[in-house]
């Protein structure tokens, strides 16, 4: 949904970081190179927990005078319900503070239009494959920590087997840490085509080289740099099945077009009517 230029805002996209995995934080500065090219915003700016500029220096990284924030995260939970209000000083939707006003959008990872985006990039991985033949695993984390963790998950688990676009046997949310193990993924799937997209923000280290090895991909965790090469060597063929392992969600060129829906859903919900 396209939004109206705010030629005198600026644009916070909020990222974890790592201080870990430097390439981590290379889909929040394409996401923002996107935006800045489509001239909406004043000026388009990362920052993150774990990197620099960090969430304490967004005051000193632009003299505009109003700022959308939104996480570039997959879902509710410590970090945007806590940590990033803490960080910037915020109150609730919209804050006024240090002479800035703040407006802060929901993550990324819970809104609707993350649905096409996950067809798309299945579709991408299997090119020619039935997907009336195939099931469709979105895997992510998962914690007991927080329930919020895998509920973005299941709603687009459960958005995807309502479109009528989308024919596939079976659409299955699976976890690394929790059940339905991503790890048992061969007998949670009874078609003979698998898809697995991991439902995160950047390939880390966790679609580089935890789930490979869950999935029998890899026998066992190797340099992350190395293990990039799983997703150019589809189709796996693994228990009797043909996997089809697909990079990180989040690194799509379109999750620029899912920041700019957050967006525009928080204008037209906070604009009187």
Known sequence: MPIQPKPHSALFIAGHGSTENPDSSVPYFEHASEIRSRNLFAEVHCIFWKEEPSFREAWYLTDCEEIYVVPDFISEGYFTQEVIPRELE???????????????CAPVGIHPSMTQLLLRRAREVAP??????TTLIVVGHGTGLNANSTKAIKDQCALLREQSDSPYAAVIDAYMEEQPFIADWHQLAQTPHVVVV??????????????????????????????????????HHLHGRSLYYSSAIGTDRMMADVILDQIHDFDKSHTPS
């Open 198 to 235: 991991p439902f995160f923000i950047a390939d880390g280290l966790h679609s580089f080289q935890d789930i490979p090895v869950l999935l029998g991909i890899e026998s066992e965790v190797g340099a992350a740099a190395s293990q990039r090469e799983v997703f150019r060597h589809n189709p």
């Open 128 to 133: 020619g494959v039935d997907p009336r033949e």
């Open 90 to 104: 915020l109150q609730g939707d919209t804050t006024a503070v240090r002479g800035k006003k703040f407006h802060y």
